[in-house]
């Protein structure tokens, strides 16, 4: 806690010690409702995920939200949680997880580094590019309408994502998927998804 106080006073990004604590904490705090998380392939499960989820904040190394995203059907498809180190949310480390994969960022400024099972795949910038840790492009998510993002993976628009901010029924589908993926694919739809269903449902994404 007093380590907090002290980086948000210095606006000093957290160390690699302090995030893979709280990593280790996010997955004991969510663990309840992963063990009931069902099972779920792109082709099928992937448009039973909706933006219904459960939540709360707990006081436990700071401040750290947690929750899961419900499928249409009620059921626990994607834990996650949050947590922040400076104001405004600068720094600040995210953990998702299916059943399968777990997913963590960390945002550090100018750009976001992205974790899938442990590997680091690449990075996302600000204006949502995605990028290999060789800095090659591997896609992006682009504003389609008023209500949805498009997600692009390589050159091909593969998924419609619902914004959360413009939900306007009960369990509304987090996708429209456009075309078939294969896993790699399927992986980077889900790290670009995952991160903009977390903030933006929760408002930790600026316009």
């Known amino acids: 806690m007093f380590e907090d106080i002290i980086r948000s006073l210095l606006k000093s990004p957290p160390s690699q010690r302090r995030i893979q604590a709280d990593l280790s904490l996010m997955a004991d705090e969510t663990r309840v409702w992963r063990e ?23 006081k436990k190394s700071g401040r750290i939200l947690k929750g899961v995203f419900l499928s249409i059907y009620q059921e626990p498809m994607l834990t996650y949680a949050y947590k922040s180190y400076v104001k405004g949310g600068k720094f600040a480390v995210f953990y998702a997880a299916t059943l399968s994969h777990q997913f963590v960022y960390q945002k550090l400024k100018s750009r976001t580094d992205l974790f899938i099972d442990g590997e680091h795949v690449g990075f996302l910038t600000p204006d949502w590019l995605m990028y290999s840790h060789r800095r090659r492009l591997l896609g992006r998510r682009n504003r389609f ?63």
Do not use: C
């Open 36 to 58: 009931q998380v069902i099972p779920w392939e792109v082709e099928k499960e992937m448009d039973l995920l909706s933006l219904s989820r459960e939540f709360k904040w707990i």
């Open 145 to 207: 309408s008023d209500d949805y993002f498009t997600v692009i993976i390589w050159d091909r628009e593969v998924a419609h994502l619902r914004d959360p901010r413009r939900v306007d029924r009960v369990s509304p589908r987090a996708f429209e998927i456009m075309e078939h993926l294969n896993d790699k694919e399927e992986l980077l739809l889900m790290a670009v998804a995952f991160l903009t269903m977390i903030e933006r449902s929760h408002g930790l994404e600026s316009e």
